[in-house]
């Protein structure tokens, strides 16, 4: 079974600290992984995925699969970022189900 | 171009009802999904469709049915209302396959049952 845990209901920082959302996944073979973000007031949307090794509005997400990870990072919080965010993950087999976590709302204080 | 549209975004419902959360999209999309998220929980899958006329089940399905008989519709029928359903109801669509391609996603449908 493939499973995905962000262990933070809540991140609350303040504007230019950096960020690291939490993503750990449960998985047996080589997953594909995602970031989706919900802005206030706005639809949930692809952020970024890690087959695609891009930065998104600053935020980048490395694959670890020795910790089972897939943390979202970010160097400096803007108020702007402040949204829900989901990890999802996607086996590479059969229907290819894509499963998501419980998200973590991050609140960027002024 | 407006995407992925949901109606109703809001219902109530007694125990018992039926309705039908509507799902539409003008992408073109051969892909399209219903997921449901409870309070503080992640989305889970209740049924997908990978073209007109064929859908299968996903991880919820169980007081759900869905029909897929044109390509932008893509409804979801409740048939006997129950507490259990009470949820927030996003349809997406996608080109390629979920886990392979971008997911884009209706505004959400809040469903409370009474």
């Known amino acids: 079974a493939q499973r995905v845990t962000q262990p933070e209901k809540l991140l609350s920082v303040f504007k230019g600290a950096p960020v690291e959302l939490k993503c750990n996944y449960s998985y047996s073979g080589s997953p594909e992984l995602f970031w989706y973000v919900q802005y206030s007031r706005q639809r949930l949307q692809l952020l970024l995925r890690?087959?695609s090794r891009e930065s998104i509005k600053g935020f980048t997400a490395d694959l670890n699969k020795g910790e089972t990870s897939f943390h979202l990072k970010k160097p400096f919080a803007q108020e702007e970022d402040s949204a829900m965010y989901y990890c999802a993950l996607s086996g590479n087999t059969g229907r290819r189900a894509l499963t998501f976590g419980s998200g973590t709302r991050l609140q960027v204080q002024p | 171009n407006a995407g992925v549209t949901q109606t109703p975004k809001f219902r109530i419902l007694k125990i018992g009802q039926s309705m039908t959360l509507q799902c539409t999209q003008d992408m073109n999309h051969n892909y399209m999904y219903w997921y449901r998220q409870d309070p503080g929980m992640g989305l889970k899958l209740i049924y997908y469709?990978?073209?007109?006329?064929?859908?299968d089940k996903g991880e919820v399905p169980n007081g759900y049915n869905v029909s897929r008989s044109t390509t932008e519709d893509f409804p979801l029928r409740l048939e006997l209302a129950a507490p259990s359903q009470t949820s927030v109801y996003f349809c997406a669509s996608s080109l390629r396959g979920q886990g392979t391609g971008e997911l884009f996603f209706g505004e959400g449908s809040r469903l409370t049952v009474l």
């Open positions: 890690h087959i």
């Open positions: 469709s990978v073209g007109a006329g064929i859908t």
